[in-house]
């Protein structure tokens, strides 16, 4: 059922922003679709990378080289953690668990691209938001969460190559770190600001 709902989710997202993409065909404007695979770093609650992700562009170049935008991005990790003692006070629990880290990071964003008239189009970019995240855990038939909000901040670099020459669609990949504040524990693991590296495939429009 919960990955019913993360698969409608996912649609969902897709078809309010179809009629965007076509408003992409103005040249001064940009469109990105990607998966999205995210490597969570320095937390103890969970490290494992994943592609159960995806990232949403939309802005405008308001010169040839300078872009601004917004952006929306989602990525689920997990870990599972083998049976354990958790002490409490004067309580004791004996479980194991899977842990599941959402994040949804969200906010407006700025590229410099190098080479706006060519085939092959590499930019910078920066983005800056909120990051909603929801640590879980998962242990015999119930779970236990935490939902944070922190401040967002992730470096890019990126490239289009156009495939055709009218410049209507594009391959995009792209690298990214990104840093937040969010604080949260969940049972024994807990978060205190996230650090995540990873890559996005896509298209641009």
Request: glycine share 10%; proline share 4%.
């Amino acid at each position: 059922m919960k990955t019913l709902n993360k698969l409608s989710f996912i649609l969902l997202v897709s078809l309010l922003l179809i009629p965007f993409s076509g408003k992409a065909q103005d040249k001064n404007m940009y469109f990105n679709g990607d998966w999205q695979f995210n490597i969570p770093t320095g937390n103890d609650f969970t490290n494992r990378g994943s592609g159960w992700g995806m990232n949403f562009d939309l802005g405008t170049y308001v010169t040839p080289n300078i872009g601004v935008g917004v952006f929306m991005a989602f990525s689920t990790n997990h870990k599972y953690i083998p049976a354990e003692t958790i002490l409490s006070g004067t309580s004791s629990l004996t479980v194991s668990q899977q842990r599941s880290l959402f994040q949804l990071p969200f906010g407006v964003e700025a590229r410099y691209r190098f080479m706006p008239d060519g085939m092959f189009d590499p930019y910078l970019g920066l983005r800056l938001g909120a990051n909603y995240a929801k640590l879980t855990s998962y242990f015999s038939a119930y779970e236990a969460h935490d939902k944070t909000w922190g401040f967002y901040l992730s470096p890019e670099i990126g490239t289009n190559v156009w495939v055709s020459p009218n410049k209507k669609v594009a391959a995009h990949v792209a690298l990214y770190y990104s840093f937040a504040t969010n604080k949260g524990s969940v049972l024994n693991g807990s978060i205190h600001n996230l650090n995540n590296i990873g890559f996005r495939l896509g298209l641009a429009f």
